[in-house]
T-cell receptor, first 113, second 113 residues
Framework: AQSVTQLGSHVSVSEGALVLLRCNYS??????LFWYVQYPNQGLQLLLK??????LVKGINGFEAEFKKSETSFHLTKPSAHMSDAAEYFC???????????FGTGTSLTVIP | NAGVTQTPKFRILKIGQSMTLQCTQD?????MYWYRQDPGMGLKLIYY???????DKGEVPNGYNVSRSTTEDFPLRLELAAPSQTSVYFC????????????FGSGTRLTVV
């Protein structure tokens, strides 16, 4: 089965600083990769996805992620954090059957004014 | 558009009681999923369906049942509720499987006492 590792369950950044949330996956074949955001008491929303096209993927709200096959990584970045970015972020990878995704344990982002 | 609608939003059950969590989507998505979210554990797949009349187990199916009689509806049944089933449950749908992101409902917070 696929697995996803998100390094750092809690990340704090100052407003205006770079956001970097880490995601590594285990897969013998290039997978489909996703980042989701979850605001308090809400469901998950799709931020961006990698589906074997461009390795640098741009998503909503100024976020982007780069697929690096050699490092089996799909880290999420944003150049300048905003207070509204405070949320839980989940990385997900598609399973081998294509019928399900495997989620990481999440990273809680705090933005300090 | 309503997207994915889950009811109820909150529920408290006593040990041994049963209940059905409702999930409806109006996007004509073929694929539907049930996940549970526990603190620090990410999301775990309970059951999924690739179309009406077709269901399959995910990672953590024990204690749950599903049915998919229509494209729109995918209810999750809990029989003989146990404290270990205290969790937040999310329903999601997708047009197809691999490569397509999910649309999530807003969740059902269930407590078993």
């Amino acid at each position: 089965a696929q697995s996803v590792t998100q390094l750092g369950s809690h990340v704090s950044v100052s407003e205006g600083a770079l956001v970097l949330l880490r995601c590594n996956y285990s897969s013998s074949v290039p997978p489909y990769l996703f980042w989701y955001v979850q605001y308090p008491n809400q469901g998950l929303q799709l931020l961006l996805k990698y589906t074997s096209a461009a390795t640098l993927v741009k998503g909503i709200n100024g976020f982007e992620a780069e697929f690096k096959k050699s490092e089996t990584s799909f880290h999420l970045t944003k150049p300048s954090a905003h207070m509204s970015d405070a949320a839980e972020y989940f990385c997900a990878v598609s399973g081998n059957t294509g019928n399900q995704f495997y989620f990481g344990t999440g990273t809680s982002l705090t933005v300090i004014p | 558009n309503a997207g994915v609608t889950q009811t109820p939003k909150f529920r408290i059950l006593k040990i041994g009681q049963s209940m059905t969590l409702q999930c409806t989507q109006d996007m004509n998505h073929n694929y539907m999923y049930w996940y549970r979210q526990d603190p620090g554990m990410g999301l775990k797949l309970i059951y999924y369906s690739v179309g009406a009349g077709i269901t399959d187990k995910g990672e953590v199916p024990n204690g749950y049942n599903v049915s998919r009689s229509t494209t729109e509806d995918f209810p999750l049944r809990l029989e003989l509720a146990a404290p270990s089933q205290t969790s937040v449950y999310f329903c999601a749908s997708s047009w197809a499987g691999e490569g397509y992101g999910y649309t999530f409902g807003s969740g059902t917070r269930l407590t078993v006492v």
